[in-house]
Each structure stands twice: as structure tokens, then as C-alpha cells.
């Protein structure tokens, strides 16, 4: 993971430095998650270069930013919460579709846990800064597309799990189906300012879906289509 960055700009250095990461991950480990091995990634991942450089000092807070088109980066807790989630099981996954690329941080984060990463994002302009800098950070296991998340991708599925970094009042059919059995989806669910709970769905047998929420959170909502 370094790709055409300097060594200088992946640890980053003041507001950015390996200090800011580690205090960061010492608060989330007060908050409650309890994965070292989620924790480790967050330490090494340069939050920073996944922002606007406006904002890079602010990167190590444990807030969401705003990243443009009215999109935000998740705030780091929720990353790391809903990572924890997904690996959470005596069987780790090996391939995960990831709905919402966003800036890129979740995918990053997964792709030093997983084998392989998909990722769609539905808006044109955000789709091709991320990619450009997923590339130029070295990863071979991210794999981006432009497309209407709610389709998800179903040329590679199934997946071992999903994850959806936008929050829908009902969960895309389309996305159930591409979920392997055994796999399980982690997921906002509810309207935006009307109770979103992080939610994960497992999938027993080819009909057979179980859902347990298990902490209130605020993302920006699943929205159709792609511009």
C-alpha cells in the first residue's frame, strides 16, 4: 500500500502522523471495538489522503467529513464497527461487495483484510477520483465500478459478504440474492433522521434470511440510479 504515494505522504506528518493514528485507534478501543486485527488496519491506513487536503487535519478525528457531492467519509468508529461485523464468524470472507465506494476508505480498509473488494458508486465524478486514487495507492485487490448500487454486482457474485455505506428503507432484493449462503449483509436501514439502525442480515439457506440490528447510526441515504 504505497503505490506513486511518498513514504513522507502515507505517514503523513503533524496533524497527519502515526501519532494522530495511533491516538485515534486508542479512542476506539474505549468505544467498544474490541477486533486488534480491524484496529492494526486502521492504525496503518492514511486517512488522510482520503480527504481533500482542506481537510486533512481534521482526518484522525473520529467524525464523518464531507468528501463532495453531498457525500461524507465515514466516521472512523463506524468503519471499524461495521468491519468488525462482517468479519465477526469462525469463517473469514473472501470476497466482498462493497455498495457505496465513497472516497475509498472502506474499500482500503477491507482490501488488507479480504482477499477481494468490489465496489460500486453511483456518482460519476466521485467514482473516477477514487479509482484514480485506489490505483495510485497500490492496491490489486480493489475492484471499482460505476453502476446504481441497488443492482450491486452481479457478475461476480455470490459474495461471503456485503456491506452498504448508505442507508435504504428497505433492502434491495438484488442484493440478498447475490449474498452467499452462509454470508450475511451489515447495512444502515431506516430513513434518514427517522432511526437508521446498523443492521446485519444473515443468509441461512437460499430463502431463509435473519436480521439483527444492533446500533443506531446516521448515514446519507441509498439513493437509485447513477449520474
Known sequence: MSGGFTRQEIMGIGFTSQRRRDELVQRL???????????DVIAQ?????????????????DDALPIGQGQTISQPY???????????????????????????????????????????????????????????????????QHSDGSWGWEEHAPYDAILAAASPDDIPESLLMQLAVGGKLVLPLGAPGGGQQLTV????????????????????PFLPGHQ
Not at 93 to 116: C, F, H, I, N, W
Not at 210 to 218: D, L, S
Request: net charge neutral.
Open 29 to 39: 478501543r474505549e468505544k467498544g471495538v474490541k477486533s486488534e486485527e480491524v484496529l
Open 45 to 61: 491506513m492514511p486517512r488522510h489522503l482520503f480527504v481533500d487536503s482542506a481537510m486533512a487535519k481534521r482526518a484522525y478525528e
Open 78 to 144: 463506524i468503519v471499524a464497527r461495521m468491519t468488525e461485523e462482517l468479519l465477526r464468524g469462525e469463517k473469514k470472507p473472501r470476497k466482498v461487495l462493497e455498495v457505496g465506494t465513497g472516497s475509498g476508505y472502506q474499500a482500503a480498509v477491507l482490501a488488507m483484510l479480504v482477499d477481494q473488494v468490489y465496489t460500486v458508486e453511483r456518482l460519476m465524478g466521485l467514482y473516477q477520483e477514487t479509482d484514480a486514487l485506489l490505483r495510485k495507492m497500490g492496491f490489486k485487490n480493489i475492484h471499482t
Open 201 to 220: 442480515v444473515h443468509r441461512m439457506s437460499e430463502n431463509d434470511f435473519e436480521t439483527e440490528a444492533f446500533e443506531t447510526v446516521m448515514f446519507v
